[in-house]
T-cell receptor, first 111, second 114 residues
Framework: QKEVEQNSGPLSVPEGAIASLNCTYS??????FFWYRQYSGKSPELIMS????GDKEDGRFTAQLNKASQYVSLLIRDSQPSDSATYLC???????????FGTGTSLTVIP | NAGVMQNPRHLVRRRGQEARLRCSPM?????VYWYRQLPEEGLKFMVY????????ESGMPKERFSAEFPKEGPSILRIQQVVRGDSAAYFC????????????FGEGSWLTVV
């Protein structure tokens, strides 16, 4: 499998702070990048997708992609306790349609 | 995503028994993926199927595991002669076309082998 690396954490931030989650990938042909959120005992749910270098903002979430560095990140502004979950980074190759996931970063937002 | 239906949600099997997990993709989706998630680990790709075709099974264990997606009916992940190490959450996901924008997950099937 293609490698997708994430810091497993746990990452703890106070309520209202910015949470920064990072992901690196090994395959240069990766074309599409996704962030999923997974609550304990639940299925992953898509929160962001990004395809081009740069930033993409959606509400409190900002995804950042740097293909040259093979790096994608997720920033969560004004973190809320309800953001406490595991965040999974996923990449999709241009061919084959496989989606590969990292092991996830556990985030805890402290009230 | 509630549109992808998996059953059973929880399944308990004794060692040596067979487990069958079913997945009905979202309406209009013809591509199905199966992932396994062990406790405290990430999602591991197992197999990617289209109707009546296995496209990529590079993540499937060589023995005891098989998957199908018939022309009619749900996709089935079958585990024969289960062992305790098979205890995991099995997630199904679907997409509408090859290279689709993203995949949508079902609620998962939790297999416990005792």
């Amino acid at each position: 499998q293609k490698e997708v690396e994430q810091n497993s954490g746990p990452l703890s931030v106070p309520e209202g702070a910015i949470a920064s989650l990072n992901c690196t990938y090994s395959d240069r042909v990766s074309q599409s990048f996704f962030w999923y959120r997974q609550y304990s005992g639940k299925s992953p749910e898509l929160i962001m997708s990004i395809y081009s270098n740069g930033d993409k903002e959606d509400g409190r979430f900002t995804a950042q992609l740097n293909k040259a560095s093979q790096y994608v990140s997720l920033l969560i502004r004004d973190s809320q306790p309800s953001d406490s979950a595991t965040y999974l980074c996923a990449v999709n190759l241009d061919t084959g349609n496989q989606f590969y996931f990292g092991t996830g970063t556990s985030l805890t937002v402290i009230p | 995503n509630a549109g992808v239906m998996q059953n059973p949600r929880h399944l308990v099997r004794r060692r040596g028994q067979e487990a069958r997990l079913r997945c009905s993709p979202m309406k209009g989706h013809s591509h199905v993926y199966w992932y396994r998630q062990l406790p405290e680990e990430g999602l591991k790709f197992m197999v990617y199927l289209q109707k009546e075709n296995i496209i990529d099974e590079s993540g499937m264990p060589k023995e005891r595991f098989s998957a199908e997606f018939p022309k009619e009916g749900p996709s089935i992940l079958r585990i024969q002669q289960v062992v305790r190490g098979d205890s995991a959450a099995y997630f199904c996901a679907s997409s509408p076309w090859a290279g689709g924008d993203t995949i949508y997950f079902g609620e998962g099937s939790w297999l416990t082998v005792v």
